[in-house]
């Protein structure tokens, strides 16, 4: 069994910066990536980055360039640098965890606010 905690959300002003934290716990054998997702309010949960097992990075099209994938060496913390921040990034974020045999896990998510 796989345990995620996210955190790092909060209130930030347009233009502004976060860094959410994915701390991992338990059975984190064989892990293919990680990854975030954010929803927003009556809308879908939707892919923001990834990290693969052997380093490869992904993004959203709509954070390309200002956010910031990245983990530590033993896959205890994954992170999201979230710089220039815009309102449409409000929402509450989620750390995913997929293992080699098909198993994934979900945090509870954090959530990120950002004001106009």
């Known amino acids: 069994q796989v345990q995620l905690v996210e955190s790092g959300g909060g209130l930030v002003q347009a233009g502004g910066s976060l860094r959410l934290s994915c701390a991992t716990s338990?059975?984190?054998?064989?892990?293919?990536?990680m990854e975030w997702y954010r929803q927003a309010p009556g809308k879908q949960r939707e892919l923001v980055a990834s990290?693969?097992?052997?380093?490869?990075?992904n993004y959203a099209d709509s954070v390309k360039g200002r956010f910031t994938i990245s983990r530590d060496n033993t896959w205890n913390t994954m992170y999201l640098q979230m710089n220039s921040l815009k309102p449409e990034d409000t929402a509450v974020y989620y750390c995913?965890?997929?293992?080699?045999?098909?198993?994934?896990?979900w945090g509870q998510g954090t959530q990120v606010t950002v004001s106009s």
């Open positions: 995913n965890l997929q293992q080699l045999m098909g198993y994934a896990y």
């Open positions: 338990g059975s984190i054998l064989s892990i293919v990536r």
């Open positions: 990290i693969t097992r052997g380093g490869t990075t």
